[in-house]
């Protein structure tokens, strides 16, 4: 474990508490020893004999570290590293390597650093990796496995689309929290009692931005494009909402909020998991790229793929692609990876 603030802590936490044995440093020392004081790391120092890393640092210095992981000699060779941050497709693409699994957990909380740390913080969380072309099976099955055995739902994306996709419901919302509750500091200047009268739609609205400020400049630098992006939308759509409110257009508020509210009920519930679960068989050839499209295939289409293998031939440089989704979901996998150029099959668990 390398980085040890509010998501490394709780990784290594939720780590320990399935009976890992944790390892790993910060490169803060005090938080190091807090690190260890709390049962994040079983011990302080750099393990040469881990099989999985997870690197919890600021995006800005996660290739770096990543590389220095994969290129020691001195490691074992089947040594699999992931990482948390939030974007991807620098990362990712700076890296290039088959045993990196690009990750993000897509939880947190208004505390800050290890003291916030909750080994229960990624219990029916998403968790999205981002596998490549490169991307070795096993390496994506193993960081799948871990990441699942924590209590995430896994779904693979691209790195480019879940830059573009998380710039929508992570970035952009923060940044307008924050803007918001800055907003409302200007005024308390004028009038005290005004953030007195925050009640619980502000407190909701802006509870992100009571988060640690240290890793948005590398968001925000990273996915700029996204990003802006997704402002521009935002800002047309608040233009448009201011000119309704202007004009009196009762209507016009209505529609907007009554779609609004329609959505919002409709938000899928977090921590489900199915009673029934399909295996999606599809028979594929050793190719470099297979892994990454069938995973990302059910990304796009949002299912959770609860487990995944390979059973390769013995006859051959091929083999069965096996992954587990929830019953209502096999049919629409089956059909998606049908239309792509593959046989599929779907049968119950036995």
Not at 102 to 129: C, K, N, R, Y
Not at 202 to 224: E, S, Y
């Amino acid at each position: 474990m390398i980085g040890t603030g509010l998501i490394g802590g709780s990784v290594g936490l939720a780590l320990a508490a399935r009976g890992w044995e944790v390892r790993g440093y910060d490169t803060d020392p005090a938080r190091s020893e807090a690190a260890l004081e709390r049962g994040v790391l079983s011990e302080l120092g750099d393990d040469r004999d881990a099989e999985i890393a997870f690197v919890a640092t600021p995006s800005s210095s996660v290739p770096a570290v990543v590389r220095a992981l994969l290129d020691d000699p001195a490691r074992r060779p089947d040594l699999v590293v992931s990482d948390v941050s939030s974007v991807k497709a620098a990362v990712v693409g700076a890296i290039g390597h088959p045993r990196f699994v690009g990750g993000h957990p897509m939880a947190g909380s208004e505390q800050v650093g290890i003291d916030g740390a909750d080994p229960d913080l990624f219990t029916g969380a998403l968790w999205v990796l981002t596998p490549t072309p490169g991307t070795d099976l096993g390496a994506f099955s193993k960081v799948r496995g871990v990441v699942s055995s924590l209590g995430a739902d896994v779904v693979a994306l691209g790195p480019t689309d879940h830059d573009r996709l998380v710039a929508v419901v992570s970035h952009v919302p923060h940044l307008v929290a924050a803007t918001l509750m800055n907003a409302a500091a200007d005024g308390a200047e004028q009038d005290a009692v005004l953030l007195r009268l925050a009640a619980g739609g502000f407190r909701d609205m802006t509870r992100v931005a009571a988060g640690h400020p240290g890793i948005w400049p590398d968001v925000c630098a990273d996915n700029a494009e996204a990003i802006t992006s997704s402002l521009d939308r935002l800002i047309e759509d608040l233009a448009e909402m201011r000119d309704r409110v202007r004009m009196a257009d009762r209507q016009g508020v209505f529609d907007v909020l009554e779609r609004a509210s329609r959505a919002r009920r409709h938000l899928p519930a977090r921590g489900a998991r199915p009673e029934q679960l399909i295996e999606v068989r599809v028979p594929v050839s050793d190719r470099e790229g297979v892994l990454a499209e069938l995973t990302t295939v059910a990304g796009d289409l949002g299912i959770n793929i609860y487990d995944i293998e390979i059973a390769h031939s013995a006859e051959g440089p091929r083999g069965v692609l096996l992954l587990v989704v929830d019953a209502d979901d096999a049919g629409k996998l089956r059909d998606a990876v049908v239309t792509r150029g593959y046989h599929a099959t779907a049968q119950a668990l036995s």
